[in-house]
Structure formats: C-alpha cells, structure tokens
C-alpha cells in the first residue's frame, strides 16, 4: 500500500489522538487542497498491511484516522484489506476522509461500510473553506456517523463527544 505519510498523534482529523494514514492519490483534484502531492498514486512509501497494523497498535491509546488523498480511490481494496484487520485486531475507531458524497457512494466502495465509524464525506470546496468548524476543511463537508446511518436506512451526522 503506498502512503504519503503517517502522524501517530493527531488531534485534529477526528476525535481524540488518532494515527492517521495518509494514503497516495486523489481523482478529486479539490482547489486549495492542503495535500495535492497526495493526488498521484505513485508518491510516497510502500507499506505491508501487517507493518500498518504494528505501527497502529504500537499506538495503544490512539484511534485511526485513513486521509490522503482519497482511499475510496485508486487504493481501495488495500484500504477494505487494512480497514478489515484494524478492526480484526484492535476494534479501534476509524474514521475516513473522502470527496465522495456519502450517499453517492459508488455500489463497488459500500464493503467498506462495515468497518468505519466515521465518514467525512465530500470534496474540499475553498470557496466554503472555514476554519471555525471541526475536523473539515469546508462547511459543505459532513462528518457522518456510518453505523447509525446503516442501521437507520438515511444519513445520520457523527455528534461531538459521541466515542468518548
């Protein structure tokens, strides 16, 4: 799996300290993206799922985060393939970032589903850039509660404090 870089205290993409996972490339091209060099596929380190899951669980106290560019893109079944053994090994919380609506998902990235707990849905749009706002980089982005949402048939937002 080829990732752009992994910062294993962050406090600022989802609640709580997480291990995020940059993942390599992006078909959304957003403007005024904070990580365009994400966008090729090719940049960044090789990794093994298992060398993931060891830096993961290294990290006992912190939950995952999965950004990048946009896992559900060129790397999705590496993504499905990692997503799967963090929660087989470790039951952490997982969030993941992507410019995909959460419902326009398409019918080939929804295996996913399962696994996540947070989705932060939709593409970066500079013209709603806005600092004030939690975890997201735009107002048009929602940060969506997946296993709710799956339970309940509709489209049900993640709620501040709700996995501490």
Not at 10 to 33: A, L, M, Q, W
Not at 38 to 65: A, C, K, P, Y
Not at 103 to 115: H, Q, R
């Amino acid at each position: 799996m080829r990732i752009m870089k992994i910062d294993t205290d962050s406090t600022d993409n989802g609640n709580g300290i997480r291990t995020v996972i940059y993942v390599s490339g992006c078909i959304h091209y957003c403007e005024g993206c904070h990580n365009p060099s994400s966008w090729n596929v090719n940049h960044g380190m090789q990794f093994r799922i298992n060398e993931l899951i060891d830096i993961i669980e290294e990290n006992t106290i912190s939950d995952v985060t999965i950004s990048g560019g946009d896992s559900l893109t060129f790397q999705y079944e590496d993504t499905l393939r990692l997503v799967k053994e963090i929660k087989a090994q470790t039951n952490k919380n997982i969030w993941l970032y992507t410019g995909y609506i959460f419902e326009e998902l398409p019918e080939t990235k929804k295996e996913i589903l399962p696994y996540l707990d947070v989705i932060v849905d939709g593409r970066f749009e500079v013209a709603k850039k806005d600092l004030r706002i939690l975890f997201r980089g735009s107002s048009n982005q929602r940060i969506i509660d997946v296993q709710r949402s799956l339970e309940d048939g509709t489209t049900i937002l993640w709620k501040d404090g709700q996995y501490n």
